[in-house]
């Protein structure tokens, strides 16, 4: 079975702090994606990458980066945390770039930012 | 603009029913679709992907696709009270490996 998991199921933080999501999936995928989900507002795409130190912006990258240095890691960084970007993160993989390989989510992490 | 659209909902079917959940989408170039449960607070996980034109059975489950009017839909056999979730769509448009993702359709089964 595919295994992503996510650093914290739960995360409260200060305005103006840095902070990372963590995400780890043990199947040796090729992709990560990282995606925020709000009400109303569906999944929307931040960052993915295809390959370690590789990544490339998604939908909504404002305020966001990332890092990948090693194959089965992906972190999400908030380089300084607004109140606008409370939300639910959510972490997937898939295993090539091809139009048929499904992507696995992680748990997610709830993010509050006071 | 590549756009999935689906009905939020709610989708309110009675036990044993069936539920038909449907999703368009904008890009005919799209070759790959996928639908995902989310349960409330949980993540999304597959159900079921479908590619090629006609119909995909899995156990209750039953995705649809039809490429010329381009919509895929997902029927669910029976209906439990345990499928209440939001049903995402979701659409691969080509060799990018990203997914676009509609806004999800409320199902709920009442005993």
């Known amino acids: 079975d595919v295994k992503v998991t996510q650093s914290s199921r739960y995360l409260v933080k200060r305005t103006g702090e840095k902070v990372f999501l963590e995400c780890v999936q043990d199947?040796?995928?090729?992709?990560m994606f990282w995606y925020r989900q709000d009400p109303g507002l569906g999944l929307r795409l931040i960052y993915f990458s295809y390959d370690v130190k590789m990544k490339e912006k998604g939908d909504i990258p404002e305020g966001y980066s990332v890092s990948r240095e090693k194959k089965e890691r992906f972190s999400l960084i908030l380089e300084s945390a607004s109140t606008n970007q409370t939300s639910m993160y959510l972490c997937?993989?898939?295993?090539?770039?091809?139009?048929?390989?499904?992507?696995?989510f992680g748990p997610g992490t709830r993010l509050t930012v006071l | 603009q590549k756009e999935v659209e689906q009905n939020s909902g709610p989708l309110s079917v009675p036990e044993g029913a069936i539920a038909s959940l449907n999703c368009t989408y904008s890009?005919?170039?799209?070759?790959?679709f996928f639908w995902y449960r989310q349960y409330s607070g949980k993540s999304p996980e597959l159900i079921m992907s479908?590619?090629?034109?006609g119909d995909k059975e899995d156990g209750r489950f039953t995705a649809q696709l039809n490429k010329a009017s381009q919509y895929v839909s997902l029927l669910i056999r029976d209906s439990q009270p345990s499928d209440s979730a939001t049903y995402l769509c979701a659409v691969n448009t080509g060799n990018t490996g990203k997914l676009i993702f509609g806004q999800g359709t409320t199902l709920q089964v009442k005993p």
């Open positions: 997937a993989s898939s295993l090539h770039r091809g139009p048929g390989d499904t992507q696995y």
């Open positions: 479908i590619y090629s034109n």
């Open positions: 890009d005919r170039g799209s070759q790959s």
């Open positions: 199947m040796d995928h090729e992709n």
